[in-house]
């Protein structure tokens, strides 16, 4: 084998780069802060905001305020012990400085400081600098005010005395680079769900959010929840407008070996779970040990109670975890000495020592409370046995699906018409809105990677349906057999036949109503798919405007009246069409504007956060009225005028 440079390119001691101090987290910021995004951008406020949580923590903080000041700057305060000042015993500076200019320095690696902790375990504060355009710090430790500039990173003066004080707290004021992130503007929801969780689950805390972006209109949520996890559990059940099957939730909690837990649960009259897993305040969206010794307590009571109490017979078979878990809302919480993660943005637990506490904690705790409580014992366990039934009925109605597939022409539905091409990484299929436009998609498609399925009438509200109300669909079950990957828990997206899956509807109330049926479908049981970016939204153009044989297609009003301007200079007369449906354009056009790759706009749909979608859906397709009109009434403003 030849070790002569490839192509020319030199390879040797002098390509080997070693990147000093926080050059390196500027260098690839992705791999601390997760992307450079609206997740990262956001990442750094929790960072700060994590270290004044830590102080609370440990009994030293009880309010922490969180500022967006104009410009999109952040002030984090909080009135805790301060940050330590003094010299540091290696480095030679000040303890604060060290913490702000040194990766893995901090208080969090076994010095004493904290007996629990989340942040990025001394990475937090120094990333946020350097990714930060400047940084100020000020500390107050009961005698001094200090303070320290940064710019990028780096300060030309050390930190100083600018003051006295018989106060004790930190402040950090930032503004992110924009070298650095594509757009570094905050969005308020986002930072107020983070820090609601925050208030959640330490109960007592006051956390005090403010908007002054708009001088004459500035937005302020000030949260402190004495009931802790249980107000969490209370909230995400009135944020999703679901019905409660019990009235308050049930809370257990336990102490051991320095470690904590503890868990909220309450039952709805939903067909879908929410699960909420924090380990030391951080949440853990992937799950881990914590997450699985509860699910699997869970599965147990239940069944032990069922056995016990004759509710199960001894020729039936155990309710499964999905039975056990229909409809609950649970948040699930550790605190421990030195937490594990997989991955540096914490996604999942790995502590082995999580499992059996949590497990304990809820087997133990729970069966205690279905004894002391039977009549609320008795309404989750029929709940519980109402899913194993309708597990059973979809199962059935599963196996006959796949013996009529198997029957016709390839198990595929008799309205799709297929692409000629079977590799997934370039096929595409658009669901269409009626037999009209999917007549214009067949004709104006490419038919070597473009497959139409049309659809026809109002779908299945599945928010209202368990999955073997699916199965016995007209209207989905045909989306299912062409995307050929399966459903719920049979689901395989290697399977799956097309690997974009584009809606294809009018935009109007009725396409609306049409794309939020089925990506609610796409949610509830195809889920994967959407997390791994199959699932699309074409967006076909409003108008036509043309003079001569000139004409663009305008996808709103405003560009509609900027191409009218445009070819009204000289005179004549402007033709403008209003397309009130996809059937209204021929194949030749629909294929330009809404299908042809190198001209079409298509917008991925993404999930960033499963439990808000979650609780969207809900109260979007949910049997409640009144939050569904405040949710309508509040996002109304961003919604396009249609023209209708």
Not at 134 to 155: C, I, K, P, S
Request: proline content about 4%.
């Amino acid at each position: 084998m030849s070790n002569q440079p490839v192509n020319g390119n030199q390879y040797d001691e002098n390509q080997i780069q070693v990147l000093e101090g926080l050059e390196a987290v500027r260098k690839r910021p992705g791999m601390y802060i997760g992307s450079t995004g609206p997740a990262g951008l956001h990442h750094l406020v929790y960072e700060i905001v994590d270290n004044a949580i830590d102080e609370a923590m440990a009994g030293f903080c009880d309010k922490i305020l969180v500022d967006i000041l104009e410009g999109n700057v952040i002030r984090v305060v909080d009135n805790g012990r301060g940050i330590p000042v003094g010299i540091h015993p290696k480095e030679g500076i000040s303890a604060a400085t060290v913490a702000y200019t040194i990766l893995h320095a901090g208080g969090k690696f076994g010095g004493g400081g904290y007996k629990v902790s989340g942040g990025l375990h001394g990475v937090g504060a120094s990333v946020v600098n350097a990714l930060s355009e400047w940084l100020e710090l000020t500390v107050e430790n009961g005698e001094h005010v200090y303070f320290q500039h940064f710019d990028r990173g780096h300060y030309d003066e050390e930190l100083k005395i600018i003051g006295d004080t018989k106060k004790t707290g930190t402040t950090v004021v930032f503004k992110p680079d924009a070298e650095i992130f594509e757009d570094p503007v905050f969005n308020y929801d986002t930072l107020l769900e983070r820090l609601r969780e925050q208030a959640f689950l330490n109960a007592g805390i006051r956390i005090v959010l403010t908007d002054y972006r708009d001088p004459d209109n500035p937005v302020q949520d000030d949260m402190c929840y004495e009931g802790g996890v249980k107000s969490f559990v209370k909230h995400l059940l009135e944020k999703a407008a679901k019905n409660p099957i019990h009235p308050e939730p049930i809370y257990l909690y336990k102490e051991e070996n320095g470690c904590t837990a503890e868990v909220a649960l309450q039952y709805s009259d939903s067909y879908h779970e929410v699960i909420k897993s924090f380990a030391n305040d951080i949440h853990t969206i992937d799950g881990g040990t914590h997450e699985m010794g509860f699910k699997s307590a869970l599965t147990r009571v239940f069944n032990d109670y069922g056995r016990r109490r004759k509710l199960l017979k001894d020729n039936e078979e155990n309710l499964s975890g999905d039975d056990v878990r229909e409809g609950i809302i649970a948040i699930v919480s550790v605190k421990l000495p030195e937490c594990e993660f997989e991955g540096q943005t914490k996604g999942k637990l790995g502590n082995t020592e999580a499992r059996p506490l949590v497990e304990n904690l809820v087997f133990d705790g729970l069966n205690t409370f279905f004894e002391e409580n039977p009549a609320v014992a008795k309404l989750i366990f029929e709940k519980a046995v109402g899913a194993q039934r309708a597990r059973e009925a979809a199962r059935r109605a599963r196996d006959l699906t796949r013996r009529k597939s198997a029957m016709d022409s390839g198990g595929l539905p008799g309205k799709l018409a297929d692409c000629t091409s079977k590799d997934n990484t370039i096929t595409e299929i658009y669901i269409v809105e009626g037999d009209s436009a999917g007549g214009s998609a067949k004709e104006g498609r490419d038919r070597a990677f473009q497959a139409i399925l049309p659809l026809w009438g109002k779908m299945l509200n599945v928010e209202k349906a368990r999955l073997d109300k699916v199965y016995s669909n007209e209207k989905l079950m045909p989306v299912v057999m062409a995307l050929g990957c399966g459903i719920g828990e049979d689901l395989d997206v290697s399977k799956l036949r097309y690997g974009k899956v584009i809606i294809m509807a009018d935009a109007d109330v009725d396409g609306s109503h049409i794309r939020t049926l089925l990506l609610t479908f796409f949610f509830r049981y195809m889920r994967p798919l959407v997390e791994q970016g199959h699932i699309y939204f074409a967006q076909p153009p409003l108008f036509r405007v043309a003079k001569g044989k000139k004409f663009y297609y305008a996808f709103n009003e405003k560009e509609r009246d900027q191409y009218i301007a445009e070819l009204s200079e000289g005179g004549g007369k402007v033709d403008v069409q209003r397309y009130k449906g996809l059937g209204e354009m021929d194949p030749h056009q629909l294929w330009e504007t809404t299908m042809d790759p190198s001209n079409r706009t298509i917008v991925q749909v993404g999930l960033e956060d499963a439990a808000r979608a979650d609780q969207t859906f809900t109260i979007l397709m949910g049997d409640k009225v009144e939050p569904r009109r405040e949710f309508i009434e509040k996002n109304a403003r961003y919604v396009r005028n249609l023209d209708i």
